[in-house]
């Protein structure tokens, strides 16, 4: 039966090669079961300080993931991707929306909604193409590399490495913690098995040095499993706040964050999967798109921020995926990982925090595409890059960006020759700062 559906044969592949592709993939992504819910409540703080019940997001983290990449598998068939809760992301609902603006966690997941409807109804339309092709590759790199910059400071905070100071505002934190030096092994190890093509490199490197903290007693085991926690925000979302003025510039945000990565990811697949034909158009992206809009608004609805593709999809792809099959193993294999929640309480802070420093770099290492000999291209993009983490704010980098490039322009004599799309964008941008 799935022989014919996804059609093995045309797309010269077979069951047993989309089921290691699948594996393969799952690898590399699981980290997220463990970092999603870790950021979205705060290191821990949860509901009481204002962020994500831990458990919850545990819960449907799995159960969005695995939805997702069965929406990616039957409907956008011809697609082996694996989605997820997006990084970064996750980091700006956490630390921005809710930590920075006062949100509670149910008016966040209604503002994810809407911008997973927004995505959804862009993706049906010509609107898709028209922005794709619209925002210069500049900014999209810097913007990206922006988040990995705020990913970066949120990861050597958590690791302890970075601590706050009354009179330089960061310092360097106690080396000599114990911890602290388990999460820059962590953080070291993931590198190198990175260089060594390690597949799984990132939830290897979790779980050895979390082993190494149980077993020297630094840290507590709580359990390997257990029946999943309660999912408290399945249907919690509240669409009142995401209506109102200041909301505006969180929904943009997650907006362009989400469509510009998965257009960004499944172009970066496509390539690898043979899927670009000779004039450069991606086979059956809409489907993918739409697949990966459908996972935004049902992993909202679910109590868990933006779905979207992930870049690590093509570690399945050089494995031979080339079908959906790939996706539906990626989806049974985070759904079978549903009872692990003890396990995800139980791992340091230091060590999660390591390994998302070392997700941190996989956003800034494309830089070097930026056009540096252009400083009207470059320098808004190094804008959003330094505003990000030194404003503790994605949305505000984004928006300081955009402005920055719309005036270069104005009077740089390019006002005529810069996309519609930059205007509208740039406009928006400073009326959320007159708003807030």
Same mark, same amino acid.
């Given at each position: ?6 059609n #093995?044969?045309?797309?010269k592949t077979?069951?047993?090669?989309e089921?290691?592709?699948g594996a ?6 699981? #980290?997220?079961?463990?970092?999603n819910?870790?950021i979205?409540?705060?290191e821990?703080?949860?509901p009481e300080?204002?962020?994500?019940d831990?458990?919850a997001v545990y819960t449907?983290?799995?159960?969005a993931t ?5 929406i990616m598998?039957?409907y ?5 991707i694996?989605?997820?809760p997006g990084?970064?992301i996750?980091?700006?609902?956490a ?10 966690p149910?008016?966040a997941?209604?503002a994810?909604?809407?911008a997973?409807?927004?995505?959804l109804?862009?993706s ?9 092709? &619209? ?9 990206g ?7 970066a400071?949120i990861g050597?905070q958590?690791?302890?490495?970075v601590?706050?100071n009354?009179?330089t505002?960061?310092?360097?934190g106690n ?8 999460g820059?092994a962590?953080f070291?190890s993931i590198?190198?098995?990175e260089?060594m093509n390690v ?6 490197g979790i779980?050895v040095f979390s ?8 840290a507590k085991?709580n359990?390997?499993?257990s &029946?999943?926690p309660p ?5 919690e979302f ?5 209506? @109102?003025?200041?909301m ?13 990565d998965?257009?960004g990811t ?6 690898v999967a ?10 059956d992206?809409?489907k993918?798109?739409? %697949?990966? %809009?459908?996972g ?7 109590? @868990?921020?933006?779905?979207t %593709?992930y870049?690590e ?19 049974l294999?985070f759904l079978?990982?549903?009872?692990f929640?003890?396990?995800?309480? %139980?791992?340091?802070?230091?060590i ?6 070392f ?13 540096w ?7 808004p993009?190094?804008?959003a890059?330094i505003?990000m983490p030194?404003t ?5 980098g ?6 920055s490039?719309a005036?270069?322009?104005i ?5 005529? &020759?810069t &996309? ?7 406009i928006?941008?400073v ?5 807030a």
């Open positions: 039966m799935l022989d014919n559906y996804f #093995y044969k045309k797309h077979n069951f047993q090669t089921v290691i592709a393969t993939t799952f690898l590399t992504m699981a #980290y997220i079961m463990f970092l819910p870790f979205l409540s705060g821990f703080a949860g300080k204002g962020f994500f831990f458990g449907a983290t799995i159960l695995a939805l997702a990449c069965f598998a039957f956008g068939k011809t697609w082996p694996g989605l997820a990084m970064g996750n980091a700006f609902v630390f921005g929306v809710c930590a920075g603006m006062g949100y509670t149910q008016e997941l209604g994810v909604l809407v997973g409807v927004l995505f109804i862009i049906l339309t010509p609107i898709r193409a028209w922005l794709i092709n &619209s925002i210069p590759k500049s900014l999209k790199l810097g913007i590399a922006g988040i990995g910059l705020f990913l400071i050597l958590i690791m302890e490495v601590v706050d009354p009179v505002l960061v310092q360097l080396l000599g913690d114990p911890l602290v030096l388990l820059c962590t070291i590198i190198v098995l260089k597949k799984g490199n990132i939830i290897i779980l082993i190494i903290a149980w077993v020297t007693g630094l085991f359990g390997l499993v &029946s999943p999912m408290t925000y399945l249907f509240d669409l009142s706040a995401a209506l @109102t003025a200041g505006s510039t969180v929904i943009f945000t997650l907006l362009f964050i989400d469509f510009f998965t257009a499944l172009t970066s697949v496509a390539n043979g899927k670009v034909d000779k004039n450069g158009k991606v086979q992206i809409n993918a798109m739409l %697949s990966d %809009s459908v935004t608004v049902a992993g909202a609805m679910m109590g @868990t921020t933006t779905v %593709s870049v999809s093509g570690a399945g792809v050089k494995a031979g995926g080339k079908t959906g099959m790939t996706s539906l193993v990626i989806g294999l079978a990982c549903i009872f929640a003890p396990l995800a309480t %139980s791992l340091p802070k230091q999660d925090g390591g390994a998302l420093l997700v941190s770099v996989l956003f800034i290492r494309n830089i070097t595409d930026i056009e000999d252009d400083i009207s291209e470059s320098a993009a190094i804008l890059m505003s030194l503790y704010s994605i949305s505000n984004i928006a300081l960006a955009f402005v490039y005036l270069i322009k009077f740089t004599g390019k006002f005529s &020759s &996309s519609p799309a930059i205007w509208v964008i740039a928006l941008s009326i959320s700062f007159v708003v």
